[in-house]
């Protein structure tokens, strides 16, 4: 077990000279390992170095890394969209923190802020953010939420947001234009859009001087589009509006950098791609979006500059072995690598595009861009519906999808790092069986 730093010693340490310590070998540098997890990241650099040219599926660095999460044997998830899979390691810290917590009370306001603190600031070099840009939420919908209420904004004022939104979204923003008289402009994309310009002159056609927010989803969770974020902050930026965007799938599909897309506000569920558990999330506000952005809870100073984002996170004693965890699950990740992680993603949901556009009754509605998409990917049915279908793949093979909650009859499929070529000719295989004639 891995003493405790003193909270005061995190806070007195220079910023890069802890981040240089979280990457060099630092005590904690294995944050929040016990025996058994350090045993797994030695085998896994071990792995490493035998997996160099093993970049995307499949291979024995990849058996690997599959085995390390907690799936039942002979389950097949493709359904980390709504909640994923969680490696061991992760669930090994979990578990050991809520036991020290029950076990010994006092650890949990004399050392876990500690842990806590430094899961936050891995969780920003994650990101490609500064410490005072990032705080940890229980999700995506707590992140959101605070921007749509913490923005001054007077009636008539505009948000601009697609057609595609997630209702945790949406509705913030209807709430408030039903209080207090803001508008809601819906900007439209196609089911595949044609391409990244068409979406970019729909949203640079809908800005007027009223408009001050954009909200976007970086994933779309019912096409499987990725939204050209970049070029939509830069738009907005020479409009002088503000980019809030639902990010929710893509922390641990896309090798991110807050920075170099320039967006305002960010929100992830830790859960779905990341593989940390349910009730954690990570929220970054840019430090110079962060004066435009009121807090909705507040405790005592809140009104600290030095709080940086972390003011938007005051909601008094939580459960702190979830962001211990999910600093877990940070770590996990970093020991492959983000740029891997998403060539072995991408590499695997274009398979699945391509092999499933040439069943007939079976539409891509995900982009076969891969700038224009990630690890979901949505497939249109004709001939049986969706929910049918997705019950056949679970009781014939084990299998979970997800079916969207659209206008379409359609199922979405996520292929994380831990799925298979194997697992994918199974899901062809099923529709090939139900949709596979004219």
Same mark, same amino acid.
């Given at each position: 077990?891995?003493?405790?730093?003193?909270?005061?010693? !995190?806070?007195?340490?220079? *910023?890069?000279?802890?981040?240089?310590?979280?990457?060099?070998?630092?005590?904690?540098?294995?944050?929040?390992?016990?025996?058994?997890?350090?045993?797994?990241?030695?085998?896994?650099? /071990?792995?490493?170095?035998?997996?160099?040219?093993?970049?995307?599926?499949?291979? /024995?660095?990849?058996?690997?890394? @599959?085995?390390?999460?907690? !799936?039942?044997?002979?389950?097949?998830?493709?359904?980390?969209?709504?909640?994923?899979?969680?490696?061991? =390691?992760?669930?090994?810290? !979990?578990?050991? &923190?809520?036991?020290?917590?029950? %076990?010994?009370?006092?650890?949990?306001?004399?050392?876990?802020? %500690?842990?806590?603190?430094?899961?936050?600031? *891995?969780?920003?070099?994650?990101?490609?953010?500064?410490?005072?840009?990032?705080?940890?939420?229980?999700?995506?919908?707590?992140?959101? +939420?605070?921007?749509?209420?913490?923005?001054?904004?007077?009636?008539?004022?505009?948000?601009?947001?697609?057609? !595609?939104?997630?209702?945790?979204?949406?509705?913030?923003?209807?709430?408030?234009?039903?209080?207090?008289?803001?508008?809601?402009?819906? =900007?439209?994309?196609? @089911?595949?859009?044609?391409?990244?310009?068409?979406?970019?002159?729909?949203?640079?056609?809908?800005?007027?001087?009223?408009?001050?927010?954009?909200?976007?989803?970086?994933?779309?969770?019912?096409?499987?589009?990725?939204?050209?974020?970049?070029?939509?902050?830069?738009?907005?930026?020479?409009?002088?509006? $503000?980019?809030?965007?639902?990010?929710?799938?893509?922390?641990?599909?896309? +090798?991110?950098?807050?920075?170099? $897309?320039?967006?305002?506000?960010? %929100?992830?569920?830790?859960?779905?791609?990341?593989?940390?558990?349910?009730?954690?999330?990570?929220? &970054? =506000?840019?430090?110079?979006?962060?004066?435009?952005?009121?807090?909705?809870?507040?405790?005592? #100073?809140? #009104?600290?500059?030095?709080?940086?984002?972390?003011? &938007?996170?005051?909601?008094?004693?939580?459960?702190?072995?979830?962001?211990?965890?999910?600093? #877990?699950?940070?770590?996990?990740?970093?020991?492959?690598?983000?740029?891997?992680? #998403?060539?072995?993603?991408?590499? $695997?949901?274009?398979?699945?595009?391509?092999? /499933?556009?040439?069943?007939? +009754?079976?539409?891509?509605?995900?982009?076969?861009?891969?700038?224009?998409?990630?690890?979901?990917? =949505?497939?249109?049915?004709?001939?049986?519906?969706?929910?049918?279908?997705?019950?056949?793949?679970?009781?014939?093979?084990?299998?979970?999808? /997800?079916?969207?909650?659209?206008?379409?009859?359609?199922?979405?499929?996520?292929?994380?790092?831990?799925?298979?070529?194997?697992?994918?000719?199974?899901?062809?295989?099923?529709?090939?069986?139900?949709?596979?004639?004219?």
């Amino acid at each position: 077990m891995i003493s405790s730093p003193n909270a005061n010693t !995190l806070k007195m340490m220079g *910023r890069r000279d802890f981040g240089r310590k979280l990457v060099g070998g630092f005590a904690l540098g294995k944050i929040f390992s016990d025996s058994l997890n350090r045993s797994v990241y030695e085998q896994m650099a /071990a792995w490493d170095k035998k997996g160099l040219d093993q970049e995307a599926p499949d291979g /024995a660095y990849w058996d690997f890394v @599959t085995n390390q999460y907690m !799936l039942e044997p002979g389950l097949t998830m493709m359904n980390n969209g709504t909640a994923g899979a969680m490696p061991r =390691v992760v669930f090994n810290t !979990l578990a050991e &923190y809520f036991q020290i917590q029950a %076990a010994n009370p006092f650890k949990c306001y004399s050392t876990f802020d %500690a842990y806590r603190e430094e899961a936050r600031v *891995r969780a920003a070099q994650f990101i490609g953010a500064l410490p005072e840009e990032v705080t940890l939420l229980r999700n995506t919908t707590e992140g959101l +939420n605070i921007v749509a209420y913490g923005l001054d904004m007077q009636p008539g004022d505009e948000v601009l947001m697609s057609n !595609l939104e997630h209702p945790s979204g949406i509705f913030p923003w209807k709430l408030r234009e039903k209080r207090y008289g803001i508008k809601i402009k819906e =900007v439209a994309i196609n @089911t595949p859009p044609r391409s990244k310009d068409e979406i970019l002159t729909a949203f640079r056609d809908s800005i007027t001087t009223r408009t001050k927010v954009i909200l976007i989803s970086h994933a779309v969770y019912k096409t499987g589009l990725i939204a050209p974020l970049k070029d939509i902050c830069s738009l907005a930026k020479d409009k002088h509006v $503000l980019v809030c965007s639902d990010g929710a799938h893509c922390i641990g599909m896309l +090798n991110l950098d807050m920075h170099d $897309l320039g967006v305002d506000f960010y %929100a992830n569920s830790g859960y779905k791609w990341l593989g940390a558990p349910t009730g954690t999330g990570i929220f &970054y =506000v840019r430090k110079e979006a962060q004066k435009d952005l009121w807090p909705n809870i507040v405790e005592a #100073e809140w #009104e600290n500059p030095a709080a940086g984002a972390l003011k &938007y996170s005051h909601v008094g004693r939580i459960a702190d072995p979830l962001p211990i965890a999910l600093g #877990e699950a940070i770590h996990f990740q970093t020991n492959i690598g983000k740029p891997r992680i #998403e060539r072995r993603i991408k590499t $695997l949901a274009a398979y699945l595009k391509e092999e /499933a556009s040439k069943i007939p +009754n079976v539409q891509v509605l995900t982009p076969m861009d891969p700038e224009l998409s990630g690890g979901l990917t =949505v497939l249109g049915l004709q001939g049986m519906r969706n929910d049918q279908f997705a019950n056949y793949m679970l009781e014939k093979y084990n299998l979970v999808i /997800a079916r969207t909650f659209n206008e379409r009859n359609a199922i979405r499929v996520c292929t994380h790092i831990f799925i298979s070529y194997k697992q994918i000719d199974i899901l062809l295989e099923g529709l090939k069986a139900v949709y596979g004639k004219k």
